[in-house]
């Protein structure tokens, strides 16, 4: 099994920026792709960045040019910085982990306020 936690998260005016970081432990060996995704009340959990098992990144088109997703070459931590802040980001962020037996990993979330 694999165990991920989020952290960093909060309250930020808009064009601000936040750091989010994901930390996983136990199974990590069997991780082939992570990712965050968000979830805005009423809305669907939506793919926000996330890494290809070949290591390539994607973004989700909004969020391109303004989010940086990286991770530690063992990963175990998983980060996304998020730059020029908009109140439409507003939502809790999840980091996500699936592997190669098939399963998939949620953590518990971080919240991301965006004031305007």
């Known amino acids: 099994q694999v165990q991920l936690v989020e952290s960093g998260g909060g309250l930020v005016q808009a064009g601000g920026s936040l750091r989010l970081s994901c930390a996983a432990s136990?199974?990590?060996?069997?991780?082939?792709?992570m990712g965050w995704y968000r979830q805005a009340p009423g809305k669907q959990r939506e793919l926000v960045a996330s890494?290809?098992?070949?290591?390539?990144?994607n973004y989700r088109s909004t969020v391109k040019g303004r989010f940086a997703i990286s991770r530690d070459s063992a990963k175990t931590t998983l980060s996304l910085q998020m730059d020029s802040l908009k109140p439409e980001d507003t939502a809790g962020y999840y980091c996500?982990?699936?592997?190669?037996?098939?399963?998939?990993?949620w953590g518990q979330g971080t919240q991301v306020t965006v004031s305007s």
């Open positions: 996500n982990a699936e592997t190669l037996f098939g399963h998939s990993y």
């Open positions: 136990g199974s990590t060996f069997s991780i082939e792709t």
């Open positions: 890494f290809t098992g070949g290591g390539i990144s």
